[in-house]
């Protein structure tokens, strides 16, 4: 038996094969998601030092659970994997990018975002205020992520080298080129700035 194979033939058979294999995977796909959902969804997160209940998917990111579930969007989500920063928060008091952190991760833990960093009657951080005064933001899509750096590294190290500094600002990008700015302030906020 002689099969007269065309072009248009060969394709109609590989999309057909493409489809069916996809199927197939969409099944598996829907049984490993029914034995996922054994994971507890509903759970207890310790943000900015409150007690926070949220529905929570199994491999959702804590970038995406502050954002989207608790409405805590002055963390950023900017490369959405692990490389620029924007989405840093402090966990047990150690910067993390959220957007590489499953929520389940941080049941445990203290997690502290952006929005926890100024006093509850609107004072700022020295941090924040040291950053305004430098006017270290230039857009300021980066300012959350370099913030909770800063804050980070001055709660370990309430004076630090210029160096210092630099190496704990090196996780964030900022697309501005404003890092001069951003390091004069940790300076500032340290006391350590010339003024």
Do not use: W
């Not at 209940?53 to 994997?81: F, Q, S």
């Not at 620029?84 to 929520?103: K, W």
């Not at 951080?125 to 005064?133: G, K, L, N, S, V």
């Not at 270290?136 to 370099?146: L, V």
């Amino acid at each position: 038996m002689k099969v007269n194979l065309t072009r248009r033939r060969f394709i109609k058979a590989v999309i057909a094969s493409s489809a069916v294999a996809t199927q197939a995977g969409c099944q598996l796909n829907a049984k490993d998601l029914n034995a996922k959902s054994s994971v507890e969804r509903l759970i207890a997160l310790d943000i900015n030092g409150k007690t926070r209940r949220v529905d929570v998917l199994p491999m959702e990111t804590l970038a995406n659970t502050l954002r989207y579930k608790l409405g805590l969007t002055g963390t950023k989500i900017g490369c959405n994997r692990g490389e620029c920063g924007a989405c840093t928060v402090l966990i047990d008091g150690v910067p993390n990018y959220s957007c590489s952190t499953l929520s389940h991760s941080v049941r445990k833990r203290q997690v502290q975002s952006i929005e926890g960093v100024a006093k509850a009657d609107g004072t700022l951080h020295p941090i924040q205020e040291a950053f305004i005064e430098e006017l270290s933001p230039q857009c300021g899509f980066c300012t959350p992520g370099q913030v909770m750096s800063a804050v980070a590294l001055l709660n370990e190290n309430p004076k630090p080298s210029r160096e210092e500094a630099r190496q704990a600002l090196s996780g964030n990008i900022c697309r501005c080129g404003a890092y001069d700015h951003y390091l004069n302030g940790v300076m500032r906020a340290s006391g350590q700035s010339d003024e």
